[in-house]
């Protein structure tokens, strides 16, 4: 998940609630609860099993800071007459455009102990404080923005306005009108202003339905508006940075790929943009200098944390690049490292509701590497989660290991409480309802109702493979994976062969899909085939952990 904190919603079917029986297995089959998911995220500052979240500390996000390199270059002149602060506000912005909220904020206060009066700045903490969950502190800013705007040039007052618009539709996500406003009251503002840059960056990110947007969710209609802004400022990051998400969005992928390098080459010092880098390289089959990438951007934030003294909880990226170094790490078969990392990530807590929920790839590891009773303890922390939605994640894992363990009556428990907290809270329900999906066609398939469980199952592959995104490119191998293990365990050799071929259409560069093949060949007696898979999985799997038990099935 490649996103700053906030869920998506989506349409979701659900189980149906019932008593926790095995006869309600039948159930499973015929969906009757369909919950309409719509509207803006919703972001938790919740507490993670006995873990604390602390609360974002004013010290934190005021404290001075020198002008940096490295961190790429955004310009946009405001109403200033002090050099400094003009270019301290153009390091916030330059924050803002690579997600570093802490040091944005930063940035922006220095500016304003420069020059009070700069209403920009203000406009500049409000972005910020949204994205560290500080919401008060965020309408806050934008007041005093407003105040200070009567004094302020006829551009800064439009951006002021244009700020106002924005928030007023983030506000009110159902709205559909209030979008529809800021989208025209920024065409009207390009119209007078059309060398401005920020402007068009602001245009492109409209572009999405989601009127919080910040550029990871860039459908493929921003691209023309983030284009306009490179060739109007080449030296700026911030438009290439937009426009690979934008292109990974469209999955153009070969062209995301040399704009994550640009953005890289122009803010090497930035964890996102070698994350990002990383990102693309992974998705090309490039995992070696993917790797090298994530683990680049991993030393960065780990200096940035002990340099500045800041909290590891409060530093959203540090939770996501760890995730995407560990399953990259797992791609290779090097487990020791990507359990390490895993077990970090999820000891870490977050303000961020969907990091809170990417906790769940600890407990799915656990499973893959066959320890279901530690996935078990793992999804045990998830369910103590005082979100309703992390704490349904948390039954669904647990679901899956009471399944590996041969309990499908537990099984079945789990997956109606998870339904039950789904219900209650739909505010982002549709990103656990894959999850719950996938569930329910394990239960079927191991209870013996084969043809609905082999449909649900292949349609949640289905899903996962078209789901936008490197991220979810990632997971969705992971899943195909999970269903093609499941397949094998319930003798369902046909359906194993039939996930097996779903990997290799994903992705024929990792080895797991070659060990899947041959596994299938194997057991159809087809010798000659399972020897090539079994080479091939070796050959990609030759950096893996010396004792890697699938290389030890291979011998």
């Not at 059309?194 to 409209?206: I, Q, T």
């Not at 997971?475 to 046909?494: K, M, N, S, V, Y």
């Amino acid at each position: 998940m490649g996103g700053t904190g906030r869920m998506v919603k989506s349409k979701a079917l659900f189980l149906p609630s019932c008593r926790s029986c095995l006869s309600c297995l039948s159930g499973l089959s015929h969906p009757s609860a369909v919950a309409v998911i719509v509207g803006a995220a919703t972001v938790f500052a919740q507490s993670h099993a006995n873990h604390v979240m602390p609360p974002l500390p004013r010290e934190l996000v005021e404290r001075p800071l020198p002008i940096r390199s490295g961190i790429g270059t955004a310009h946009d002149a405001v109403s200033t007459r002090d050099p400094q602060a003009q270019a301290y506000y153009d390091q916030g912005l330059a924050y803002l455009h690579s997600y570093v909220w802490i040091e944005a904020a930063r940035s922006f206060h220095q500016a304003l102990r420069l020059d009070s009066m700069l209403a920009m700045a203000d406009v500049g903490l409000s972005y910020a404080y949204v994205e560290l969950n500080a919401p008060a502190e965020a309408k806050a800013a934008l007041d005093r923005a407003r105040q200070l705007a009567g004094g302020a040039s006829e551009h800064d007052r439009r951006h002021v306005e244009l700020r106002a618009a924005q928030m007023a539709a983030e506000a009110a996500p159902r709205d559909l009108a209030l979008l529809a406003t800021y989208r025209n009251a920024l065409d009207a503002a390009l119209a007078k202003w059309p060398d401005d840059v920020e402007l068009w960056l602001l245009r492109g990110l409209a572009e999405s339905s989601d009127a919080a947007e910040r550029g990871q969710g860039s459908p493929p209609g921003s691209v023309r508006f983030f284009e306009k802004a490179v060739t109007l400022a080449p030296q700026q990051f911030a438009a290439h940075h937009f426009l690979t998400h934008a292109f990974e969005n469209a999955g153009r992928t070969s062209d995301a790929l040399t704009q994550g390098a640009i953005y890289a080459q122009m803010a090497p010092q930035v964890p996102h943009a070698r994350h990002m880098y990383g990102h693309e390289l992974r998705r090309s089959g490039k995992i070696g200098e993917a790797i090298a990438e994530f683990e680049t951007a991993d030393r960065l934030e780990v200096e940035y944390i002990d340099r500045e003294h800041v909290p590891a909880a409060l530093v959203w990226h540090y939770h996501h690049n760890l995730d995407l170094l560990a399953t990259s790490y797992q791609y290779v078969g090097r487990m020791a490292k990507a359990e390490a990392l895993l077990r970090k990530a999820f000891d870490i807590p977050s303000s961020s509701a969907e990091q809170e929920f990417n906790k769940r790839e600890w407990p799915v590891f656990l499973l893959a590497r066959g320890r279901a009773a530690e996935a078990l303890t793992a999804a045990m922390e998830m369910i103590s989660h005082p979100s309703p939605l992390i704490s349904a994640a948390g039954h669904i894992e647990a679901g899956e290991a009471h399944l590996a363990l041969k309990r499908p009556r537990e099984a079945v428990d789990e997956a109606n409480a998870a339904l039950h907290l789904m219900r209650s809270s739909p505010e982002g329900a549709g990103l656990l309802d894959p999850a719950l999906r996938q569930l329910r066609g394990e239960l079927l398939l191991r209870q013996g109702q084969s043809d609905m469980g082999r449909e649900t199952l292949r349609q949640v592959a289905k899903a996962a493979r078209a789901a936008p995104g490197p991220d979810a490119w990632a997971q969705a191998l992971f899943t195909l994976e999970a269903i093609a293990r499941t397949a094998r365990e319930c003798g369902d050799w046909t359906f194993a062969a039939w996930a097996a071929q779903q990997m290799l259409e994903h992705d024929p560069n990792y080895a797991g899909t070659h060990y899947a093949l041959g596994l299938v060949a194997r057991h159809n007696g087809n010798q000659a085939s399972a020897r090539a898979e079994f080479e091939r999985a070796r050959a990609l799997w030759a950096h893996a952990d010396p004792g890697l038990p699938e290389l030890q099935d291979l011998k």
